[in-house]
């Protein structure tokens, strides 16, 4: 169990200051042409254990959100994402279940279910995730166009991403 | 008999299961809330925390960054350097012919405060930008100093730390800057819509008033910008039917996606203006 949760820390540390200090720095911006945010951070929530309690998954949500808000200088926009993907999680996972069910498998990744299922799963859970951040960043619902441009663009780049770190890393 | 075992255990088991759905909401609840308090207190504190805690790994990492970007930097200081140097050489002249001995220059005081700094970490993506600078209220920033750059304006200084300082970008849905066309010094506002970071717009420009492309936009003596500072260039100007007011897209002069070597300009007549007249809500 503890050797579990060091490696979520140790893979939370590197997520996180991946996304505040290497991301956070990118502005892919062309003209008015300004949709793109590189969103790593949703890859951490997805590669929670299964077997993770529903009230700490949303009170992790809010405490890494927090924290990312802190970087970001945006109090509340990544916190209120992050406590509603880990109230979401659960209902997402119930819809994606394998056919024998999860079993032993600990973590949802790609070395377990393979790679067919954890794009699915991936796309799920950071679309979720990125329209209710980019709701929350532009906080207008006259916005909408905006907030779903925002979304699509963001998702591109932000899933090949995070293929990349489950290809390098492939965490079991 | 309602109150048996059986129901208590019913009830505690109900709300054992469904905690979740209410540590769900509650912390929702305190994140929305600190979306929608803007400007307010938790703002305040939560930017005080974020400036101590990030503005130090920040100004690590952006050192790696501004050593890439010191050839630019020297060109861009250089050329500040000639500009200075030709308007010293004008006063002086001034000075000479206007023979100094018969003024009294207990007139003339030093008006603008200049700090040089160095931006930290910036964003130009969302909708509410902010930044950190590495200068603080002990190398004399105060909260209401302002940041420029030589060609342009970058900022208002939102929160003050002992060593570092967090600006709300112009790039900022809470920033409205007072600006004027130069010439005809027509007044408007200065705002951005979230598109590119190198235009804005310029609201509340009566009708009446003339105004053309390539029109060139400065601070006004009102805003806590030093007065006549360049800010950006018209580059359409149109009345749409039926309305009242212009509508002005300008180009700025400055790139703020490029920002790194800034000046925070500190108004020291501040307070005697406003002992004068109460200050106006210039910034919202």
Known sequence: MNAVWLKQGLSFLFIFLFQVLVLKQVHLIWGSFNYISLIIIPLWYMLLPVQTPRWLLVAIGFISGMLVDWFYDSP?????AGTF????RPIILSYVEPKGGFRSISIPSKFHLGLNWFVTYASVMLLVYLLFYFSMEVFTPAYLVKILLKTIFSFILSILLMLLYVFIFDPE | MIFDTGFMQNLFAFFYRYAYVFLFLVLEFISIRWIVQGNKEQRAIFMNSSTIISGKLYDRFSSIKHYFGLRKENQTLANENAFLRARLSNLEQELITTRPDSLRDSTYRQRYLLIPAEVDNNSIEFRNNMMTI???????VTKFSTVIEPNGIVGFIKNVGSRYSSVMSILNSNA?????IKGSRTIGNLVWDAGSPMEMNLEAVPKHAFVHQGDTILTTPYSHFPSGHPVGVITKAIVEPGENFYTIRIKLFNDLSKVSQVYVVTDLHKNEIDSIAPPQNLIK
């Open chain 2, 134 to 140: 590495n200068r603080g209220s002990l190398q004399g």
């Open chain 1, 76 to 80: 509340g926009v990544f916190a209120s």
């Open chain 2, 176 to 180: 409205r800057t007072s600006v004027m």
């Open chain 1, 85 to 88: 993907i880990g109230f979401a």
